[in-house]
């Protein structure tokens, strides 16, 4: 009950801003939070959590890959990884000093941090600070080779299923749509269900995030094809919704796409808050980069994309800890992504 309180109040908890990055603590401060949150030391050790999602799912694997690092690897620092509602749920924990760190998505982390959505007003996350990148996913429109569309003006009309209901995909599905000007008769399967429905002319289409094994096994029996969103759109779609990253998937992974390509995408991320001490942040941060090849070993696609190169595909500031340890490995932070607190 205590996990559902912080959520309906985490909106009306606005911490104190911090004068600037000295002011985050050090290794002595006794706590993992400065605000108070659910970690803390105890016998010398101090313990934090992780937030991830349900059990078995990206994020979960995410969580309990840091959380080896940090218990086999990182002298005096105990995590343990909390079972939560993923991004949303996660952002507004964070935002409430529930939870010292939490995974969560690009675009959500931008909506929580400039109170845009479902996060506009009292549900707002001012205090939430990026931590070090994950993995990416990338999104694609999936549907038959003889379906005839050749691009997704053609899918005016038809049945698609655009994801779950509240899901990042039916989200997405809804904003290119918006975009591109043209509507569909939209159902919300999971997506194995909708991947069935494709093969046996349920729907013409749905959406879902690369990499996905759905269309992997689709393509054993179907010859199917991946739409994007239409070039003569991006730029539109860009300047409406900044809160997505465009990555590349890579040529060949699907038959359908021998070649790279681009799309709107997002970037799963570690997140924390503002007042979280410093060097928690910093000593974990160091951890991971320093134990990368444990991380594959736990989440091959976490290892493998987590390279600090990738710190850019953030959308709201870096907390200071991780700043210094980026500094620290020779990476220059664009200075958008330095926080108020560190100018």
Known sequence: ????????????????????????????????????????????????SIGASSVGGGFYNGASSISTVVNSKLDGYEATVEVTGASANNALLTQAGEIEMGMCATEVMYEAYNGLYDFEGQQACPDIRAVMPGWGGI??????????????????????SGGPVGSSNQSLMNRVLDVCGISVDMSNL?????????GDGT?????????????????????????????????????KYPQYVWLDIPGGYYKALPEDTTNVGLYNMVISNQNVDEELVYQVVKAC??????????????????SLENI?????????GAIRYFEEAGIEVPDDLIPPECK
């Open 1 to 48: 009950m205590k996990r559902v309180a912080a959520i309906l109040l985490s909106g009306l908890m606005v911490l104190s801003l911090l004068a600037g990055c000295g002011s985050t603590g050090g290794s002595g401060s006794g706590s993992a939070s400065g605000s108070g949150g659910g970690g803390g030391q105890t016998g010398g050790t101090v313990k934090f």
């Open 139 to 160: 999104y694609m429109f999936i549907t038959l080779a003889n379906s005839g569309f050749e691009s997704l003006y053609d899918i005016e009309g038809v049945a698609w």
């Open 289 to 306: 980069y320093e134990n990368q090849d444990l991380i594959k070993s736990i989440f091959a696609q976490f290892g493998d994309e987590m």
């Open 190 to 198: 999971p997506n194995s269900d909708a991947s069935r429905a494709l």
């Open 312 to 320: 850019n595909y953030s959308t709201i500031p870096y907390h200071a």
């Open 203 to 239: 729907i013409k289409g749905f959406t879902l995030a690369h990499p996905a094994s759905a269309v992997s096994e689709l393509e054993a029996t179907n010859e199917v094809k991946i739409l994007t969103i239409p070039e003569d759109k991006v730029d539109a779609f860009k300047e």
